[in-house]
């Protein structure tokens, strides 16, 4: 394997960014990590959930619970592979020098499974195969 092949490098363009209010991710959990990053202020190693998740539009996204209230959110409702989520955020609050971001979150038990990856759509008329 290559490093290009590494899900960590190939993917980071799939990670849910909370920019404006009504940025979200909706989907089913595929998959539940811990993610450890450095805190840019203190340099205090910190660890987060790092849920992937497959989309209702067929993408996959990568959610990293960093934001303190999202982080206690999921902590409450406990999602677990294969549940239904839906995060969206509702508001964001300037304190001081920082950001506080609140956060609409749904949550829905599943059964365990993950869906099959949706099939490849092909614009009608293109001679290029769904595969």
Same mark, same amino acid.
Not at 36 to 53: M, N, S
Not at 86 to 96: D, F, L
Not at 104 to 122: I, M, N, Q, W
């Given at each position: 394997?290559?490093?290009?092949?590494?899900?960590?490098?190939?993917?980071?363009?799939?990670?849910?960014?909370?920019?404006? %209010?009504?940025?979200? %991710?909706?989907?089913?959990?595929?998959?539940?990590?811990?993610?450890?990053?450095?805190?840019?202020?203190?340099?205090?190693?910190?660890?987060?959930?790092? +849920?992937?998740?497959?989309?209702?539009?067929?993408?996959?996204?990568?959610?990293?619970?960093?934001? %303190?209230? +999202?982080r206690l959110r +999921?902590?409450?409702?406990?999602?677990?592979?294969?549940?239904?989520?839906k995060v969206t955020?509702?508001?964001?609050?300037?304190?001081?020098?920082?950001? +506080?971001?609140?956060?609409d979150v749904e949550?829905?038990?599943?059964?365990?499974?993950?869906?099959?990856?949706?099939?490849?759509? %092909?614009?009608?008329?293109?001679?290029?195969?769904?595969?």
């Amino acid at each position: 394997m290559s490093i290009w092949d590494d899900k960590d490098i190939a993917s980071s363009g799939s990670y849910v960014k909370f920019e404006a %209010v009504g940025d979200g %991710v909706e989907g089913v959990i595929t998959s539940l990590e811990r993610h450890t990053f450095t805190d840019d202020e203190t340099g205090e190693k910190r660890v987060t959930p790092k +849920l992937t998740i497959a989309c209702t539009d067929g993408t996959e996204r990568i959610l990293t619970a960093g934001q %303190v209230r +999202l982080r206690l959110r +999921l902590v409450e409702l406990r999602p677990d592979i294969g549940d239904y989520l839906k995060v969206t955020m509702t508001k964001m609050e300037k304190i001081g020098k920082k950001t +506080l971001k609140h956060f609409d979150v749904e949550h829905r038990k599943g059964d365990g499974t993950v869906p099959a990856a949706a099939p490849a759509k %092909v614009a009608a008329g293109s001679d290029k195969p769904p595969f």
